[in-house]
C-alpha cells in the first residue's frame, strides 16, 4: 500500500476525471506532505533565528568596544546624537505624512533595532572588500566599482531585509507607502549604529580634538539623511511587491537595485565634487558638501515625496468613491 492510498478517494474529480494533485498542483495532503510542510516551516524559523542571532553577536561586540569608549569619554555619546537628529526628523516626517492608517511604534522601534542589528553585516561585507582591495594594491582603482556593486549592494540590502524580516510579516504592513515608512525607519537605524561608529572612533588610540570628533560628527549629520531616503525607496517597492505578487521579485530588485545605484554615485562623487569645488571656488570643504547633499538629496527626497503624493491622493480618491 502506498504512500497516498489513504487520498485515494481524492484522486479522481466528481466528473471522473484525474485529480491534479502532485501533477500540476499540491496541498497537504498524507502524512509525508505534512511533515513535509512544518519541517519548511521550522527551517524557516530556524534560519531566521541563526541570522539575528549572528548579526546580534557582531553588533554586541561593536556596541561593547563603543561603551568602552564612551565611558571615558562622554561627551561623544551627545555628538553623536545630535549627529543623527537630521536623519530621525526625515523619518519621523516619512511616518507623519503616510496617507493611510498610522503604523504603530513597537513595529517602527523593532524595524529600527533590526536596521541597527543588520548593519553588522555590512560592515563585515565591507571591511573584508577594503581589506583584500588594499591587500592587492588596487584600493584607488578599484574603489568606484567597489562602491557601486559592494557597498551599495550590500547595504542597501541589509536595510531591506531588516524591513523583511518583521514589518512586512505584520497585518499593518498594507500599502508601498507603509514599505516606505519603515524603510525609512530601518535606514535611521543604519545611520545611528554607523554615525556612532565614525564618530566614537575618530578619537583615534591616542584621543582626538573637539575639532575633529565635531567635523566628523556634522559631516555624520550631513550624509545620515542619505540613508533614510534610499531605505525609504527600497521599503516603498517592497510594499508595492507586497500587493503585486504577480511581479513581486522584478519589482523587489528595482526596490534595492535604484537605491544601491544611488548609494553608489553618491559615495563616487561626493567627495571628489566638494573637493574640488572647494579648490575652485575656495570656502569649507563642510559647506560644499552640505550644498552638494542638499542638491543630491534634494532630487532623491523628490522623487519619494512624489510617489508618496500620488498614493495620498490616489487613496483618498478611494475613500471618495466609498472603495475604501
Known amino acids: 500500500m502506498g504512500l497516498d492510498d489513504r487520498t485515494e478517494g481524492q484522486e479522481q474529480t466528481m466528473m471522473g476525471g484525474e485529480d491534479p494533485y502532485d501533477i500540476e498542483s499540491w496541498e497537504p495532503r498524507t502524512w509525508m506532505d505534512k511533515l513535509s510542510l512544518r519541517l519548511y516551516h521550522l527551517l524557516s524559523e530556524a534560519t531566521r533565528i541563526v541570522t539575528l542571532a549572528i548579526a546580534l553577536t557582531f553588533v ?20 553623536s546624537f545630535l549627529s543623527i537628529v537630521p536623519a530621525l526628523l526625515l523619518a519621523v ?12 511604534i513597537p513595529t517602527l522601534v523593532v524595524t529600527f533595532l533590526l536596521g541597527v542589528v543588520f548593519a553588522a553585516f555590512a560592515a563585515i561585507i565591507n571591511t573584508i572588500g577594503i581589506g583584500l582591495l588594499s591587500e592587492v594594491g588596487v584600493e584607488a582603482l578599484a574603489i568606484v566599482p567597489f562602491f557601486f556593486f559592494v557597498v551599495g549592494p550590500v547595504e542597501e540590502t541589509v536595510k531591506w531585509l531588516a524591513v523583511r524580516f518583521h514589518a512586512y510579516r505584520t497585518p499593518h504592513f498594507q500599502t508601498a507607502v507603509d514599505g516606505a515608512v519603515y524603510g525609512a525607519m530601518a535606514g535611521l537605524g543604519f545611520a545611528t549604529i554607523e554615525n556612532l561608529t565614525y564618530v566614537v572612533g575618530s578619537v583615534g588610540p591616542h584621543g582626538g580634538t573637539a575639532v ?15 540613508h533614510v531616503l534610499w ?13 503585486v505578487p504577480t511581479n513581486r521579485g522584478p519589482i523587489v530588485i528595482k526596490g534595492i537595485a535604484l537605491p544601491a545605484l544611488l548609494h553608489g554615485f553618491y559615495n563616487s562623487t561626493a567627495g571628489f565634487v566638494t573637493n574640488l569645488l572647494a579648490t575652485i571656488f575656495g570656502g569649507d570643504v563642510l559647506l560644499w558638501l552640505l550644498a552638494y547633499v542638499l542638491v543630491f538629496s534634494g532630487l532623491v527626497a523628490t522623487y519619494l515625496f512624489r510617489k508618496i503624493r500620488r498614493a495620498r491622493e490616489y487613496y483618498e480618491g478611494q475613500v471618495r468613491i466609498g472603495w475604501l
Request: aromatic content about 8%.
Open 60 to 79: 554586541v561586540i561593536e556596541l561593547g568596544l563603543v561603551a568602552t569608549t564612551l565611558s571615558r569619554r562622554p561627551l561623544l555619546g551627545l555628538f
Open 93 to 104: 516626517y516619512i511616518w507623519r505624512v503616510d496617507p493611510t492608517e498610522r503604523e504603530p
Open 212 to 226: 575633529t570628533v565635531s567635523g566628523v560628527a556634522v559631516t555624520r549629520a550631513i550624509v545620515g539623511p542619505n
Open 231 to 243: 531605505a525609504a525607496i527600497s521599503g516603498y517597492y517592497l510594499g508595492l511587491a507586497k500587493i
